[in-house]
């Protein structure tokens, strides 16, 4: 989990037409596409809404000009804590249906609704859609321009200056794990390894995750103690300088955002 998060940093760094547009837009159009295929109510025109907006998302990967396999990879991990709600909802009587047919039967009396297996579908529909704008949008932009485009938005200081700090010492909480596991490895533990007694590896976890928590906190002592020497108080807030938007930048936002509601409305307003 800690190199999956300099995996998703990493990209974000690379240069293309994507990465270089203001991340307050690329902000916008994924919360607009997230809002647009969450909006739409549960029928099968969710698979139209849904195609057109991950037809979106191919364009503007490959604009970017980012391996699929990354997209790929990143979906598979997101998808293994989604898959299980979306599967549990083909065994529910969904109250969006008035009448259920059962299309299978299984051990102790539980049944699959046909019904209930299209409201399965639509929700992971909406699901992998509205993932797939996240993955670009996070692939794309660093973590820190986007903390400084939703300042300049008009998320609230408080926000910012929490975010921005949680993703400064994140990263260092990461070096610091990753030196502890190398100095394990070093000397020739694995918490996996059968060959080793059940207690012993027990013994040497704990003691790995209470000297992790101990750092942290000294770690954070010496950060509040070093904030307040560079005047750290109530009124303190997250530095964000103007950036106006280029000629450019407001016209691809425009004519993505009219795409996007265009297409929504349309097809949901088809007979």
């Not at 598979?76 to 909802?89: K, P």
């Not at 992998?128 to 993955?135: C, L, W």
């Not at 101990?214 to 509040?224: A, K, L, M, N, V």
Request: hydrophobic letters at 50%; glycine letters at 4%.
């Amino acid at each position: 989990m800690i190199d999956d998060l300099y995996f998703i940093e990493r990209y974000a760094y690379r240069t293309s037409i994507i990465h270089r547009l203001d991340a307050r837009i690329k902000l916008l159009i994924a919360l607009a596409a997230i809002v647009a295929i969450v909006a739409v109510p549960y029928s099968t025109r969710v698979y139209a809404v849904g195609a057109v907006l991950f037809a979106l998302v191919a364009v503007l990967w490959a604009a970017s000009r980012l391996s699929p396999v990354i997209y790929l990879k990143r979906l598979a991990l997101i998808l293994l804590f989604g898959i299980f709600l979306v599967a549990f909802q083909v065994f529910v009587k969904n109250p969006y249906y008035d009448v259920f047919h059962t299309v299978a039967t299984l051990p102790f009396g539980i049944e699959v609704y046909a019904e209930s297996v299209e409201f399965a579908s639509i929700l992971l529909v909406k699901f992998v859609v509205s993932v797939s704008f996240i993955i670009l949008l996070s692939s794309t932009t660093k973590m820190q321009d986007m903390i400084e485009a939703a300042g300049r938005l008009g998320l609230p200081r408080e926000f910012t200056l929490t975010l921005v700090m949680t993703v400064r010492y994140i990263f260092v909480f990461a070096e610091m794990f990753t030196r502890i596991r190398t100095a394990m490895a070093t000397r020739c533990f694995d918490p996996l390894d059968r060959t080793l007694p059940y207690q012993y590896r027990l013994h040497q976890v704990g003691y790995t995750v209470g000297t992790i928590f101990i750092r942290s906190y000294e770690q954070g002592e010496r950060t509040y103690t070093s904030m307040l020497c560079r005047g750290y108080g109530a009124n303190a807030s997250l530095y964000i300088r103007k950036k106006p938007l280029r000629t450019g930048e407001t016209v691809f936002f425009a004519a993505t955002l009219g795409f996007i509601v265009l297409s929504t409305v349309l097809i949901y307003g088809q007979p």
